[in-house]
Nanobody, 123 residues
Framework: QVRLLEVGGGSVEAGKSLRLSCITS????????MAWFRQAPGKEREFVAT????????YYEDPVRGRFTFSRDTAKNRMTLEMKNLRPEDTAVYTC????????????????WGQGTQVTVSP
């Protein structure tokens, strides 16, 4: 049974950068996709980024495209979300997820989730 753990997060000023990692309980390989979602207080959960670990193709939601980069580290059990030029609107709990299959932007398509980590961006 695969388990996910998010590390990183914290409080930063607008315009700064932050790095989140998603660590899996085993090496990820084959036709597997990963994704990041986020949820702000009083808001619904929204898609952030997803990557197919077979093709290395990544897709991003419009508000983060060009600022965030989702990739696999040299360690195959660690995926990294590099966040640049952070905005107050990026404040949320960020959660990683995985599924067997192609990338998806819909939370319902993912069956394994981490516990989440808080990212707070001050103006």
């Amino acid at each position: 049974q695969v388990r996910l753990l998010e590390v990183g997060g914290g409080s930063v000023e607008a315009g700064k950068s932050l790095r989140l990692s998603c660590i899996t309980s085993a090496d990820a390989f084959g036709k597997v996709s990963m994704a990041w979602f986020r949820q702000a207080p009083g808001k619904e959960r929204e898609f952030v980024a997803t990557i197919n670990l077979d093709s290395n193709y990544a897709y991003y939601e419009d508000p983060v495209r060009g600022r965030f980069t989702f990739s696999r580290d040299t360690a195959k059990n660690r995926m990294t979300l590099e966040m640049k030029n952070l905005r107050p609107e990026d404040t949320a709990v960020y959660t990683c997820a995985t599924r067997r299959g192609l990338i998806s932007t819909h939370a319902r398509d993912f069956d394994t989730w981490g516990q989440g980590t808080q990212v707070t961006v001050s103006p």
